[in-house]
């Protein structure tokens, strides 16, 4: 059975760093591409960034661009993402996710991923 555990989460000052962190258990990263999503209150889910299985695509949505990063170690099924200079607007939970999209424009598509981890809170608040 496979297994995605996230970490990291937590609250921080506007302007602070977080570095989530999504151990997968059961299951390879091989093949499939990675990614972050997040929900803020009473919104939809927003694909904020995404790797491609061979890391030739990367996906960053706008408002995030410049401060979040996302990364993966294959050899130990782990993806990451770093964020900086955190803003209030960045609160919401963050779910990492694993996928096969069916083509490079639909990298960061919430329905083309099919493993979730359980999803962490980010609170960016003074």
């Known amino acids: 059975q496979e297994e995605f555990v996230e970490s990291g989460g937590g609250l921080v000052q506007p302007g602070g760093s977080l570095r989530l962190s999504c151990k997968t258990t059961?299951?390879?990263?091989?093949?499939?591409?990675v990614g972050w999503f997040r929900q803020a209150p009473g919104k939809e889910h927003e694909g904020v960034a995404c790797?491609?299985?061979?890391?030739?695509?990367?996906y960053y949505a706008d408002s995030v661009k410049g401060r979040f990063t996302i990364s993966r170690n294959n050899a130990n099924n782990t993806m990451y993402l770093q964020i900086n200079s955190l803003k209030p607007e960045d609160t919401g939970v963050y779910y990492c996710?694993?996928?096969?999209?069916?083509?490079?424009?639909?990298?960061?598509?919430?329905?083309?991923?099919?493993?979730w981890g359980q999803g962490t809170q980010v609170t960016v608040s003074s």
């Open positions: 790797l491609g299985d061979e890391d030739e695509y990367t």
């Open positions: 059961g299951f390879s990263l091989v093949y499939y591409a």
């Open positions: 996710g694993a996928g096969v999209p069916v083509s490079a424009l639909r990298i960061c598509n919430w329905d083309d991923y099919d493993y």
